[in-house]
């Protein structure tokens, strides 16, 4: 029985990456805001649409790095969820922000706002910004009432949308507009994957422009370093191969979101929830909540036995880690704890549709043991 992995990228051929990188050669650009990447980034602007602009970066983590020392405001600590990907509260500690976690909603695993305006009517002086995290990539109804917590406590808003790119809402707007400004992955197992990649999008052009000086060394145009920057540009090559990608977007999700629908008609049918609006994400994996932590173990197991991988993200949650052991939580983050040991991803990016149907069969021959445990 063949392997089927937890995901399959899909990269352009050789033959397609070895014209680009000959031009790319024969210019003599191989970094430094070259003219493929200035392409790419509006390209993705553009996407977006909604009058963004995009600064890309070398990876979604250092996107958020730039981001949170650009706008979050000297103070000692920082709003996010526990239920995320380690990078975003890293790179709070790293800028020198103790993070206070909050839970999820159980309604849409998306970060509870309740919780948030408790922290911030309680202490709003001492938090420098929120980091609102974007679940699995999922677009958030609330971000509505999110921006304007930001605004009535006025601190800054940055959305990690890391796996967002190719999200929209039901209204068919994309992912990237939204609160102070937003960070996408464009690593090797995102929907726009060219390997190691990042990008901000912003509807403010004069925090682009920071942005763009920031991952430059913090130089202005006159190579002068006026602000404490690094090294996180985007080399050319890389940005042609988003381009490639890019034109392929459209197909990527379109074949997603089919196989998504043979998952949830299945996952349905055995009581197994996926969150609200999953359909429209970029669906780097399928996302559901397995009615226990067992039938979570035994499900993997049993995938595994039949050669199939999946994973568990995001478990464990990142406030566990040992890195925050001392970081404040809000209550005792029940959600979070509950779906993280219920929660499980399925593969669905680069799989063939033969492949969807034995996954899916798969957890329908598990679904009859655990009903029976
Ligand atoms: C929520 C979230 N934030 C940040 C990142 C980091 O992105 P990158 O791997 O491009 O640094 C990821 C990566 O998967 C993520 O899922």
Request: aromatic share 8%; charged share 20%.
């Amino acid at each position: 029985m063949s392997r089927i992995p937890f995901m399959r990228p899909t990269f352009p051929s050789a033959a397609v990456v070895a014209e680009d990188y000959d031009r790319i050669r024969l210019s003599g650009i191989f970094t430094n805001s070259g003219p493929v990447e200035h392409n790419f980034s509006l390209a993705l602007a553009n996407w977006i649409g909604q009058d963004v602009g995009v600064a890309l970066v070398s990876s979604g983590t250092a996107g958020l790095q730039l981001a949170i020392q650009a706008l979050f405001l000297p103070r000692r600590r920082a709003l996010v969820a526990s239920f995320t990907f380690a990078a975003g509260p890293l790179m709070l500690k790293l800028c020198g922000y103790e993070p206070i976690f909050i839970d999820i909603s159980e309604n849409d695993l998306q970060p509870d706002l309740s919780q948030a305006r408790g922290v911030l009517e309680n202490s709003s002086q001492s938090v420098g910004g929120i980091l609102l995290t974007n679940t699995f990539g999922i677009p958030n109804v609330e971000i509505g009432f999110w921006e304007d917590l930001a605004f009535e406590f006025n601190v800054p808003l940055i959305i990690d949308s890391a796996a967002g790119f190719g999200s929209a809402f039901p209204s068919g707007k994309s992912l990237g507009a939204s609160g102070d400004c937003e960070i996408f992955s464009l690593h090797a197992t995102k929907a726009l994957a060219i390997g190691e990649g990042g990008a901000i999008s912003s509807r403010d052009p004069n925090l682009i422009e920071r942005l763009v000086q920031l991952k430059n060394f913090g130089f202005d145009t006159s190579g002068v370093a006026r602000q404490l920057g690094t090294n996180a540009k985007l080399p050319e090559l890389s940005s042609a191969i988003g381009l490639r990608q890019l034109a392929e977007l459209h197909a990527l999700l379109q074949q997603r979101r089919e196989f998504f629908a043979l998952y949830k008609n299945a996952l349905d049918e055995i009581d197994v929830w996926t969150p609200p609006l999953e359909q429209h994400s970029a669906l780097p994996f399928v996302s559901a909540v397995m009615p226990s932590c067992e039938s979570r173990d035994l499900l993997m197991k049993e995938l595994s036995i039949h050669h199939i991988e999946s994973r568990c993200y995001y478990n464990p949650p990142v406030d566990t880690h040992d890195v925050f052991a001392s970081s404040p939580r809000v209550g005792g983050l029940e959600t979070t704890a509950k779906i993280a040991a219920r929660i499980i991803s399925l593969p669905i990016g680069g799989l063939h549709h033969d492949e969807v149907e034995r996954v899916i069969r798969a957890v329908q021959d598990c679904a009859t043991r655990w009903g029976a445990e």
